[in-house]
């Protein structure tokens, strides 16, 4: 992965709770929410384990996982200067349900979900991070998303890097 796209934490935070005097405000307990998280994350998977061993497949999935706790940054800023030039990028989560009504973009199918080849989307710099089995199990969870940023941000590295065309997931392997 190139140094440029290296990822930083510089304003990772958790809810946004105002805008006021040009200053995002945030409410400050990311600690919290990924404890709760990595909690809710561990009660899933060990309910699926369970039923694997309850119903004799265990053997047909491996060992269960077990992962460590999502790292959280020293400090989160509880406050970011929106004048100040410094953002070039916001990632907006929309929480449990994806609602794509404010893309304008022509890569919905039918029923309005995204359109994607393991998180690239074929419209030149769009991609998709957080959804479900989205290149792996743990895709959905704060701890999986690591895994696919960097396969997401290795691929945005290969296309600004050249390549001139965006090519599928499958292309790549």
């Given amino acids: 992965m190139s140094p440029a796209f290296a990822f930083t934490a510089k304003a990772t935070s958790t809810r946004l709770a105002t805008i006021r005097d040009g ?8 600690r919290n929410v990924f404890a709760l998280a990595d909690l809710k994350m561990e009660r ?8 694997a061993r309850a119903t004799g497949r265990d053997a047909d999935v491996g060992a269960p996982e077990q992962f460590e706790p999502t790292r959280v940054p020293a400090a989160s800023p509880l406050q970011v200067d929106l004048r100040g030039g410094a ?12 609602d794509y009504r404010w893309l304008h973009v022509p890569v919905l199918d039918e029923k309005g979900q995204l359109m994607h080849d393991g ?3 074929q419209a030149p710099g769009m991609y998709a991070l957080g959804l479900p089995v989205l290149r792996r199990r743990k895709s959905t969870f704060i701890h999986g998303i690591e895994d696919d940023a960097r396969d997401v941000i290795d691929h945005l590295g290969g296309y600004l890097a ?3 065309r965006l090519t599928s997931v499958q292309e790549e392997r």
Avoid: M
Avoid at 23 to 30: D, I, T
Avoid at 87 to 98: N, Y
């Fill in 44 to 51: 899933l998977l060990t309910t699926f384990d369970d039923w």
């Fill in 119 to 121: 998180g690239v989307v």
């Fill in 23 to 30: 200053r995002a405000l945030f409410s400050g307990g990311l």
């Fill in 162 to 164: 050249g390549a001139g």
């Fill in 87 to 98: 953002i070039r990028s916001v990632v907006w989560a929309t929480g449990f349900h994806p």
